[in-house]
C-alpha cells in the first residue's frame, strides 16, 4: 500500500524534528518529567507510613527486619534494585540505589528503622496503632523517623515512576539501630559497605520546620552536631560509721564536685554554623530577643554575657549551642544507712564542639572542681570523630534553602546539634551531610507529643508537604543538568 500524502508529511515532520540530533550523532534530550499526581501520592504515602508505624521496631531490643523486608518488597516491585546487609539477621539495613549518568557523585537519604520504647499506658492510643485523629497520625516513630523514612521512600518511586534523568547515583539507607545500636547500622555499614552508600551530600534526620501557634517561623538543617562523651567523677574517702561524721566524706566531696561543675558554663566559642544560626534567628526575632542573639556573637562582651544567662535560663537549648556542655546525670553512693562509703561516683553528660581539645577540656573540668579527692576521668562512650561543618556555600545547601523558601516561605537557619546522630560517621568520612524534617509544633514538645515523649504524632499535612519539600530537593540536585 503506499503511503498516503498526509502520512508522507507525518514522516517529514518528526525526521526534520530528530535531523539536528542525528546529524551530531547525539541521543535526544531527556525529556523533563510530569509532575506528580500528588493527591495519589498522599494516599500512597499514607498507607506505607501507616504500615511502618504499626512495626514494633523498639531498639532495644531491636528487630528492624519486618520494616527492612517491608520496603524491599515496595521497592522491588517498582523494579528498584535493593540490598539488605545485616550484623545480626534480624537488624538489616537496607540499600536502594537508581542509577544516573555518574555525571556527579551519588546523593544518599538516610534514615532508620528503629524507635525508642515506650509505656503503652501513658497513650491515648495504642503506640503502634498508627491512629488517624483529628488531622495527626498517631504512633512510636512518628517524628523519629519513620517520617524520613516514609518520605524517602516515596522520593524513590517517584524518580523511578517519572522516569526522572539522574546525573547521580541516587541512594536510599534505611538503617538499622540509630536508637543505641550503631554497631549494627551505620557503624557497620560505614566499616563494612562504605562504597554502597559513599556520596557526595546526605539528607538525614535532625533538622525541621518550627511553626508556633500554627504558623511556620523558621527552618533548621543541621550541618554540624557535638560530640557526646562521659565524664566520670570519682570520690574517695576512709568508710566508717554513720553515727561520726567524717571530713574525708567522699559522698560530701562529690556533692560539692556536682554543684560546682553543674552550675560552671564553658566560655562561650561561635563556629561557622552558630555564627549564621544566631545572626539569621535576630533577623526574624523581636526586638528584644533579637538584641540578645545578637550579642552572644561578640563573644567577650559585657552584653554578651548578660544575654548568656539569660538564655541559659530561658533558652537553654541556646546556651548550649554557644560551647561545650556538662550535665550531672548519674550518681551511685552507699549501700546502708548507717556506714559511710569509701567511694561515691558521678556520670557526666558531656557535650564537647566539634573543635574541643579533650584532654585540655578534661584538665579544665579538674581545675574547677579543684578537689584532690575526686577523681575526673573519661568514661565509657560511643565517641565519635571530630567533624568540620557541612558547607553552607554548597549546592547541597544552596538546594535545601531553596525548597524551605518554595515550600514553606521562610528563612533557613543552619545548626549544630546538641545531641548527636548518626552523620557523623558519615561527616568523618567527607560526606557533606544536612539534616532535615517535617513540620512540628512547639507546642507539642510540652504536651508530651515529640519525638521520644510518653505520646508521639505528626500532622497529615506536614507529612505530605515534607514529602514534596523532600522530592524537590532531590530533584533539584540528582536530575540530569541539574545544579553543578
Given at each position: 500500500m503506499r503511503p498516503s500524502p498526509r502520512d508522507l508529511v507525518a514522516v517529514s515532520l518528526v525526521l526534520a524534528a530528530l535531523a539536528p540530533s542525528l546529524l551530531?550523532?547525539?541521543?535526544?534530550p531527556a525529556p523533563m518529567p510530569a509532575s506528580p499526581d500528588w493527591a495519589s501520592v498522599e494516599r500512597e504515602t499514607m498507607q506505607h507510613f501507616q504500615a511502618?508505624?504499626?512495626?514494633?521496631?523498639?531498639?532495644p531490643p531491636g528487630n528492624e527486619l519486618p520494616a527492612a523486608s517491608y520496603l524491599k518488597d515496595v521497592l522491588e516491585k517498582d523494579g528498584i534494585p535493593v540490598q539488605l546487609f545485616a550484623l545480626q539477621p534480624n537488624r538489616p539495613n537496607v540499600v536502594a540505589r537508581l542509577k544516573g549518568t555518574g555525571r556527579q557523585r551519588p546523593l544518599l537519604m538516610m534514615a532508620h528503622t528503629d524507635v525508642v520504647n515506650v509505656d503503652p499506658a501513658k497513650w491515648t492510643f495504642p503506640p503502634f496503632s498508627a491512629t488517624r485523629d483529628g488531622g495527626y497520625v498517631y504512633g512510636r516513630g512518628s517524628v523519629d523517623d519513620k517520617d524520613n523514612v516514609t518520605s524517602s521512600l516515596m522520593v524513590m518511586l517517584l524518580l523511578k515512576r517519572l522516569n526522572v534523568p539522574l546525573d547521580r547515583d541516587v541512594i536510599f539507607l534505611a538503617e538499622a539501630g540509630e536508637e543505641g545500636s550503631s554497631g549494627v547500622g551505620i557503624q557497620f555499614m560505614v566499616k563494612e559497605h562504605f562504597p554502597e552508600i559513599d556520596a557526595e551530600y546526605c539528607l538525614a534526620e535532625a533538622g525541621n520546620i518550627e511553626r508556633v501557634g500554627g504558623k511556620v517561623r523558621y527552618?533548621?538543617?543541621?550541618?554540624?552536631e557535638k560530640i557526646p562523651r562521659a565524664i566520670q567523677l570519682t570520690a574517695r574517702g576512709v568508710a566508717g560509721h554513720g553515727s561520726i561524721p567524717l571530713k574525708t566524706n567522699p559522698v560530701v566531696h562529690l556533692s560539692r564536685a556536682i554543684a560546682t561543675?553543674?552550675?560552671?558554663?564553658?566560655?562561650?566559642?561561635?563556629?561557622?554554623?552558630?555564627q549564621t544560626y544566631f545572626d539569621r534567628l535576630a533577623g526574624i526575632s523581636p526586638p528584644e530577643d533579637a538584641a540578645r542573639y545578637r550579642a552572644v556573637l561578640a563573644t567577650n562582651s559585657p552584653a554578651a554575657a548578660s544575654a548568656d544567662e539569660y538564655l541559659f535560663e530561658h533558652e537553654p537549648r541556646h546556651s548550649s549551642m554557644l560551647r561545650s556542655s556538662i550535665a550531672p546525670v548519674m550518681v551511685q553512693a552507699g549501700y546502708r544507712v548507717n556506714v559511710i562509703p569509701s567511694e561515691a561516683k558521678a556520670t557526666l553528660d558531656v557535650r564537647t564542639l566539634p573543635d574541643e581539645?579533650?584532654?585540655a577540656f578534661l584538665e579544665t573540668v579538674r581545675r574547677v572542681i579543684n578537689d584532690t579527692t575526686v577523681d575526673v576521668t573519661y568514661g565509657q562512650r560511643d565517641v565519635r570523630s571530630p567533624t568540620p561543618n557541612a558547607r553552607l556555600d554548597s549546592d547541597g545547601f544552596k538546594a535545601v534553602e531553596a525548597a524551605?523558601?518554595?515550600?514553606?516561605?521562610?528563612?533557613t537557619l543552619p545548626t549544630m546539634g546538641t545531641g548527636a546522630t548518626?552523620?557523623?560517621?558519615?561527616?568523618?568520612?567527607?560526606?557533606?551531610?544536612?539534616?532535615?524534617?517535617?513540620?512540628?509544633?512547639?507546642?507539642?514538645?510540652p504536651k508530651g507529643f515529640g519525638a521520644h515523649s510518653d505520646q508521639e504524632r505528626i500532622l497529615e499535612s506536614e507529612l505530605h508537604r515534607f514529602v514534596r519539600f523532600n522530592f524537590d530537593v532531590v530533584v533539584t540536585l540528582a536530575k540530569a543538568g541539574g545544579n553543578r
Open positions: 551530531l550523532g547525539q541521543a535526544r511502618l508505624l504499626r512495626m514494633d521496631t523498639s531498639d527552618a533548621t538543617v543541621q550541618t554540624l561543675i553543674g552550675t560552671w558554663r564553658a566560655p562561650i566559642r561561635l563556629n561557622g554554623t552558630t581539645d579533650p584532654a524551605v523558601t518554595r515550600h514553606y516561605q521562610t528563612v548518626d552523620m557523623a560517621y558519615l561527616r568523618a568520612r567527607g560526606v557533606q551531610c544536612y539534616g532535615i524534617g517535617p513540620a512540628i509544633d512547639v507546642e507539642d514538645g
